[in-house]
């Protein structure tokens, strides 16, 4: 798969993600096309879709992951969707790295 849900940029990279909330772990379940072609991150979290608390749950288990301090993520788009697009601030081929190794 050529596809990446990851461009890196200078200082940071923008990662298109798949969220599924209300899952049983809170995990990333590796890169995967969606219909359009597109290539996501499939990520799943406990939390509901509710207040925020999904996208919370995300930037949390991310931060994790990228090894960066959740300040650093910020939500650009699909506040309210499964599929959105998240800003991580900091060295990029290195989060990089950490998000699909």
């Known amino acids: 798969m050529s596809a990446s849900p990851i461009t890196i940029r200078d200082g940071f990279v923008l990662l298109t993600v798949r969220l599924t909330p209300n899952a049983r772990q809170e995990r ?24 925020g608390a999904a996208n919370e749950a995300l930037v949390k288990l991310l931060a994790g992951v990228a ?30 790295a950490r998000l699909t190794g």
């Open 28 to 51: 990333l379940d590796g890169v995967s096309l969606l219909a359009d072609g597109r290539a996501v991150l499939a990520a799943k979290v406990r939390a509901v879709p509710e207040d």
């Open 67 to 96: 090894g960066v301090p959740k300040s650093r993520i910020s939500l650009v788009s699909g506040h309210s969707q499964r599929i959105k697009v998240l800003r991580i601030e900091g060295d990029g081929a290195e989060i990089a």
